[in-house]
Protein backbone atom coordinates (compact mmCIF):
# COMPACT_ATOMS: atom_id res chain seq x y z
CA UNK A 1 0.00 0.00 0.00
CA UNK A 2 1.43 3.63 -1.24
CA UNK A 3 2.46 6.18 1.55
CA UNK A 4 -0.24 8.85 1.47
CA UNK A 5 0.76 12.34 1.62
CA UNK A 6 0.07 12.57 5.40
CA UNK A 7 2.42 9.34 6.23
CA UNK A 8 5.42 11.27 4.30
CA UNK A 9 5.06 14.51 5.93
CA UNK A 10 5.15 12.86 8.85
CA UNK A 11 8.03 10.79 8.22
CA UNK A 12 9.60 13.91 7.11
CA UNK A 13 9.26 15.86 9.94
CA UNK A 14 10.41 13.40 12.29
CA UNK A 15 13.41 12.84 10.35
CA UNK A 16 13.96 16.29 10.39
CA UNK A 17 13.19 16.85 14.17
CA UNK A 18 15.40 13.71 14.93
CA UNK A 19 18.20 15.14 12.75
CA UNK A 20 18.18 18.47 14.32
CA UNK A 21 18.23 16.64 17.91
CA UNK A 22 21.46 15.07 17.32
CA UNK A 23 23.04 18.00 15.74
CA UNK A 24 22.16 20.70 18.89
CA UNK A 25 23.24 17.57 20.97
CA UNK A 26 26.56 17.69 19.26
CA UNK A 27 26.84 21.21 19.53
CA UNK A 28 25.63 21.30 22.94
CA UNK A 29 27.05 18.31 24.29
CA UNK A 30 24.35 17.84 26.88
CA UNK A 31 20.59 17.49 26.12
CA UNK A 32 19.66 19.72 28.89
CA UNK A 33 20.91 22.37 26.96
CA UNK A 34 18.99 22.16 23.99
CA UNK A 35 15.68 23.93 23.69
CA UNK A 36 12.87 22.97 22.09
CA UNK A 37 12.69 26.44 20.05
CA UNK A 38 16.60 26.03 19.14
CA UNK A 39 15.20 22.27 18.00
CA UNK A 40 12.42 23.33 16.18
CA UNK A 41 14.47 26.23 14.25
CA UNK A 42 17.45 24.18 13.58
CA UNK A 43 14.79 21.58 12.20
CA UNK A 44 12.75 24.60 10.49
CA UNK A 45 9.84 23.62 12.00
CA UNK A 46 6.85 25.56 14.48
CA UNK A 47 6.86 24.53 17.77
CA UNK A 48 3.58 23.91 17.47
CA UNK A 49 4.71 20.82 14.81
CA UNK A 50 7.31 19.43 17.00
CA UNK A 51 4.74 19.43 19.96
CA UNK A 52 2.33 17.74 17.63
CA UNK A 53 4.49 14.85 17.36
CA UNK A 54 6.78 15.26 21.04
CA UNK A 55 5.66 16.11 24.40
CA UNK A 56 9.13 16.73 25.23
CA UNK A 57 12.99 16.62 24.28
CA UNK A 58 13.39 13.28 26.12
CA UNK A 59 10.66 11.59 23.75
CA UNK A 60 13.12 12.47 20.77
CA UNK A 61 16.29 10.96 22.52
CA UNK A 62 14.17 7.50 23.44
CA UNK A 63 12.66 7.24 20.13
CA UNK A 64 16.23 7.37 18.35
CA UNK A 65 17.59 5.29 21.05
CA UNK A 66 14.25 2.66 20.05
CA UNK A 67 14.56 3.11 16.45
CA UNK A 68 17.71 0.85 16.60
CA UNK A 69 15.76 -1.86 18.57
CA UNK A 70 12.80 -1.87 16.22
CA UNK A 71 15.17 -1.48 12.98
CA UNK A 72 17.60 -3.86 14.61
CA UNK A 73 16.52 -6.57 16.35
CA UNK A 74 13.25 -6.89 15.66
CA UNK A 75 12.27 -10.05 13.48
CA UNK A 76 15.45 -12.12 14.93
CA UNK A 77 14.21 -15.45 15.88
CA UNK A 78 16.93 -17.87 16.18
CA UNK A 79 20.34 -17.52 14.93
CA UNK A 80 21.04 -21.40 14.45
CA UNK A 81 24.49 -21.13 12.10
CA UNK A 82 27.19 -18.68 11.85
CA UNK A 83 25.87 -17.92 8.30
CA UNK A 84 22.73 -16.59 10.11
CA UNK A 85 25.08 -14.33 12.50
CA UNK A 86 27.21 -13.65 9.93
CA UNK A 87 24.01 -12.18 7.61
CA UNK A 88 22.65 -11.09 11.17
CA UNK A 89 26.08 -8.72 11.41
CA UNK A 90 25.36 -7.46 7.77
CA UNK A 91 22.31 -6.05 8.39
CA UNK A 92 23.40 -4.66 11.62
CA UNK A 93 26.14 -2.74 9.81
CA UNK A 94 23.43 -1.71 6.62
CA UNK A 95 21.41 0.14 9.16
CA UNK A 96 23.93 1.61 11.31
CA UNK A 97 25.41 2.85 7.84
CA UNK A 98 22.60 4.24 6.45
CA UNK A 99 21.89 6.28 10.16
CA UNK A 100 25.63 7.19 10.58
CA UNK A 101 25.11 10.43 10.44
CA UNK A 102 22.64 10.96 13.55
CA UNK A 103 24.73 8.38 15.36
CA UNK A 104 27.60 10.43 15.32
CA UNK A 105 26.06 13.07 16.67
CA UNK A 106 24.16 11.29 19.07
CA UNK A 107 27.77 9.57 20.12
CA UNK A 108 29.46 12.39 20.24
CA UNK A 109 27.43 14.05 23.10
CA UNK A 110 28.32 13.45 26.67
CA UNK A 111 24.07 12.53 27.57
CA UNK A 112 23.81 9.39 25.23
CA UNK A 113 26.03 6.13 24.92
CA UNK A 114 23.14 3.66 24.77
CA UNK A 115 23.02 2.92 21.26
CA UNK A 116 26.32 1.29 21.49
CA UNK A 117 25.51 -0.28 24.97
CA UNK A 118 22.21 -1.63 23.49
CA UNK A 119 24.01 -2.29 20.07
CA UNK A 120 26.57 -4.97 22.18
CA UNK A 121 24.15 -6.20 24.39
CA UNK A 122 22.24 -7.42 21.51
CA UNK A 123 25.14 -9.06 19.33
CA UNK A 124 26.31 -10.74 22.39
CA UNK A 125 23.11 -12.29 23.47
CA UNK A 126 22.78 -13.38 19.70
CA UNK A 127 26.28 -14.75 19.77
CA UNK A 128 25.94 -16.35 23.02
CA UNK A 129 22.39 -17.85 21.51
CA UNK A 130 24.22 -19.17 18.48
CA UNK A 131 27.41 -20.58 20.77
CA UNK A 132 24.64 -22.51 22.82
CA UNK A 133 22.78 -23.96 19.99
CA UNK A 134 25.95 -25.69 18.44
CA UNK A 135 26.79 -26.95 21.58
CA UNK A 136 29.84 -24.64 22.99
CA UNK A 137 29.20 -24.14 26.39
CA UNK A 138 32.80 -23.46 27.38
CA UNK A 139 33.20 -20.43 29.88
CA UNK A 140 36.58 -19.81 28.07
CA UNK A 141 34.67 -19.86 25.03
CA UNK A 142 32.46 -17.08 26.06
CA UNK A 143 34.89 -14.98 27.33
CA UNK A 144 36.71 -14.59 24.15
CA UNK A 145 33.33 -14.07 22.31
CA UNK A 146 32.38 -11.16 24.98
CA UNK A 147 36.20 -9.66 24.63
CA UNK A 148 36.06 -9.68 20.85
CA UNK A 149 32.51 -8.08 20.81
CA UNK A 150 33.29 -5.45 23.53
CA UNK A 151 36.84 -4.77 21.24
CA UNK A 152 34.10 -4.20 17.90
CA UNK A 153 31.79 -2.03 20.11
CA UNK A 154 35.53 0.35 20.88
CA UNK A 155 35.98 0.16 17.38
CA UNK A 156 32.66 1.49 16.49
CA UNK A 157 32.69 4.21 18.85
CA UNK A 158 35.89 5.17 17.79
CA UNK A 159 34.31 5.14 13.92
CA UNK A 160 31.27 7.32 15.12
CA UNK A 161 33.53 10.09 17.44
CA UNK A 162 35.67 10.28 14.35
CA UNK A 163 39.02 8.56 15.89
CA UNK A 164 39.74 6.47 13.37
CA UNK A 165 40.03 5.96 9.54
CA UNK A 166 38.38 2.70 9.71
CA UNK A 167 35.03 2.25 7.81
CA UNK A 168 32.01 0.31 9.39
CA UNK A 169 33.02 -2.40 6.27
CA UNK A 170 36.36 -2.65 7.51
CA UNK A 171 34.64 -3.04 11.31
CA UNK A 172 31.92 -5.60 10.03
CA UNK A 173 34.59 -8.03 8.42
CA UNK A 174 37.24 -7.66 10.71
CA UNK A 175 34.61 -9.07 13.52
CA UNK A 176 33.34 -11.48 11.04
CA UNK A 177 36.92 -12.53 10.40
CA UNK A 178 37.75 -12.82 13.99
CA UNK A 179 34.34 -14.47 14.68
CA UNK A 180 34.82 -16.60 12.17
CA UNK A 181 38.24 -17.68 13.25
CA UNK A 182 36.52 -18.12 17.14
CA UNK A 183 34.11 -20.67 16.22
CA UNK A 184 36.38 -22.68 14.00
CA UNK A 185 38.94 -23.19 16.89
CA UNK A 186 36.22 -23.67 19.65
Same mark, same amino acid.
Given at each position: ??????????????????????????? !?????????????????????????? !????????????????????????????????????????????????????????????????????????????????????????????????????????? !? !???????????????????????????
Amino acid at each position: MPKTSYERVTNRNRHRIQEAFAELLSE !YGSMKLITVSALAERADITRGTFYNY !YNNLAEVAAELEGEIENQLFAGYSKIASFEDFEQYLDEVFAFMKQRGEIYSELLSSCDTHGFLSQLEAEISERALEMMANNGIKSQEAELELLFLINGAMALLRK !Y !YLHETDLTLEQIRDFLKKKLRWLFETL
